[in-house]
Nanobody, 115 residues
Framework: VQLQASGGGLVQPGGSLRLSCAAS????????MGWYRQAPGKQRELVAT???????NYADSVKGRFTISRDGAKNTVYLQMNSLKPEDTAVYYC??????????WGKGTQVTVSS
């Protein structure tokens, strides 16, 4: 499975961005997908995950502001980010949870929240 993330950029505090992660390859192996982020000097952390059945999970820091969704027909997962804060600045990574226990990562996309 290969993952291609896009949609990052520079946005002012309070603004919105939508990230996309397109999966290709052995799509049938995917049980779920998620977004993680890593800020400078910090460990990578979970942002949100979604299963094939549509169950979602969010980090407390983004609940009520971020929404993860999936389009099965396009093999794509989205992360809608609203009310962005400077502390949301990070490189965001897409991840897949596969049936064989492997968790491939996509290349990150930079999100910068600054005035």
């Amino acid at each position: 499975v290969q993952l291609q993330a896009s949609g990052g950029g520079l946005v002012q505090p309070g603004g919105s961005l939508r990230l996309s992660c397109a999966a290709s390859g052995s799509i049938f192996m995917i049980k779920g997908m998620g977004w993680y982020r890593q800020a400078p000097g910090k460990q990578r952390e979970l942002v949100a995950t979604i299963t094939n059945g549509g169950s979602t999970n969010y980090a407390d820091s983004v609940k009520g502001r971020f929404t993860i969704s999936r389009d099965g027909a396009k093999n794509t997962v989205y992360l809608q980010m609203n009310s962005l804060k400077p502390e949301d600045t990070a490189v965001y990574y897409c991840n897949a949870d596969l049936l064989n226990g492997i968790n491939p990562w996509g290349k990150g996309t930079q999100v910068t929240v600054s005035s």
